[in-house]
């Protein structure tokens, strides 16, 4: 069976601090898809990012960059010099590279940007 | 860019009534998802469909939940008898195959 597991319930940083949500996944399957979902205090899904098991290049978008190692069934996700605006709740999500699969999420983590 | 789309965003309900949930996929994507998020808790998944049929539903998805594309564009999540414990906020998705899943922005179900 397949797990995530963010053992970070809650995260408080100030503006400007570097912050990193951690992610641990378990699953059997040689060829899968890690995601990051961010849900703001709205309450929709957005959409962060995709890697398939593959693929352990790590990644950098703007102030977001993740850290797949399989080595450690790990995908962290690093907000660099954070803003009030990243204050949300981010979900580490796998799924079995088969379509119509769902999507296995973790508990998120809470993330508090204060300035 | 294109978005999924769902209605109402908040629903009141006394149990025991039956309810439906509707969403408009990304138009070209072939899956459509119906997840659920029970307030402060991890998103669960309810079920897939591809092609007018179920592709794979969870241990939460049993008799009182089915799932329908009624026409081109929506595609709907009715529950017959709504409980206490079906209070949660309901979100769609639809993904290309094999894809990374687009969500909606949910459909807060009260009921009372």
């Known amino acids: 069976a397949q797990k995530v597991t963010q053992a970070q319930t809650e995260i408080s940083v100030v503006e400007k601090e570097d912050v990193t949500l951690d992610c641990v996944y378990e699953?059997?399957?040689?060829?899968?898809?890690l995601f990051w979902y961010k849900q703001p205090p709205s309450g929709e899904l957005v959409f962060l990012i995709r890697?398939?098991?593959?693929?352990?290049q790590n990644e950098i978008s703007g102030r977001y960059s993740w850290n797949f190692q399989k080595s450690t069934s790990s995908f962290n996700f690093t907000i660099t010099a954070s803003q009030v605006v990243d204050s949300a709740v981010y979900f580490c999500?796998?799924?079995?590279?088969?379509?119509?699969?769902?999507?296995?999420f973790g508990k998120g983590t809470t993330l508090s940007v204060s300035s | 860019e294109p978005e999924v789309t769902q209605t109402p965003s908040h629903q009141v309900t006394q149990m025991g009534q039956e309810v439906i949930l509707r969403c408009v996929p990304i138009?070209?994507?072939?899956?459509f998802y119906w997840y659920r998020q029970i307030l402060g808790q991890k998103v669960e998944f309810l079920v897939s469909?591809?092609?007018?049929?179920?592709?794979?539903k969870s241990e939460i998805f049993d008799d009182q939940f089915s799932v329908e594309r009624p026409d081109g564009s929506n595609f709907t999540l009715k529950i017959r008898s709504t409980k206490l414990e079906d209070s949660a906020m309901y979100f769609c998705?639809?993904?290309?195959?094999?894809?990374?899943?687009?969500f909606g922005p949910g459909t807060r179900l009260t009921v009372l």
């Open positions: 999500a796998l799924s079995l590279n088969q379509a119509g699969t769902a999507l296995i």
């Open positions: 138009s070209n994507h072939l899956y």
């Open positions: 469909f591809y092609n007018n049929e179920i592709s794979e």
């Open positions: 699953t059997r399957d040689t060829t899968y898809y």
């Open positions: 998705a639809s993904s290309p195959i094999s894809d990374t899943q687009y």
């Open positions: 890697r398939n098991s593959f693929d352990e």
